[in-house]
């Protein structure tokens, strides 16, 4: 098994920055894509930004700009370093891996089980 374990998340002000973390830890192979996807309550979980083991990234619409994926492969860990945050950047912010086992060298995917991000106006 795989987990993921997120921190960082809490109460920012409008305009102000936050960084949050994932470490990945179990059995693992390797790890393809690791990315940050968020939530709020009625609505669709949306992409916030992903970084491939090689180093190529995407951003979402929303953030784009905003945001910063960065990723130490050597530790399994993505950090996203989000500034100039918004009120509607609130919501629940879930870590996502692709990682390879090592036992079944089948590709599974994971999440964590995901940090509050609050900014108020």
């Known amino acids: 098994q795989v987990q993921l374990v997120e921190s960082g998340g809490g109460l920012v002000q409008a305009g102000g920055s936050l960084t949050l973390s994932c470490v990945a830890s179990?059995?693992?192979?390797?790890?393809?894509?690791m990315a940050w996807y968020r939530q709020t309550p009625g609505k669709q979980r949306e992409l916030v930004a992903e970084?491939?083991?090689?180093?190529?990234?995407n951003y979402g619409d929303s953030v784009k700009g905003r945001v910063s994926i960065s990723r130490d492969n050597a530790k399994n860990t993505i950090y996203l370093q989000m500034n100039s945050l918004k009120p509607e950047d609130s919501a629940a912010y879930y870590c996502?891996?692709?990682?390879?086992?090592?036992?079944?060298?089948?590709?599974?995917?994971?999440w964590g089980q995901g940090t509050q991000v609050t900014v108020s106006a």
């Open positions: 996502y891996a692709r990682v390879l086992s090592p036992l079944t060298m089948i590709w599974n995917d994971y």
């Open positions: 179990g059995s693992i192979s390797t790890i393809n894509a």
């Open positions: 970084v491939y083991r090689a180093g190529s990234r």
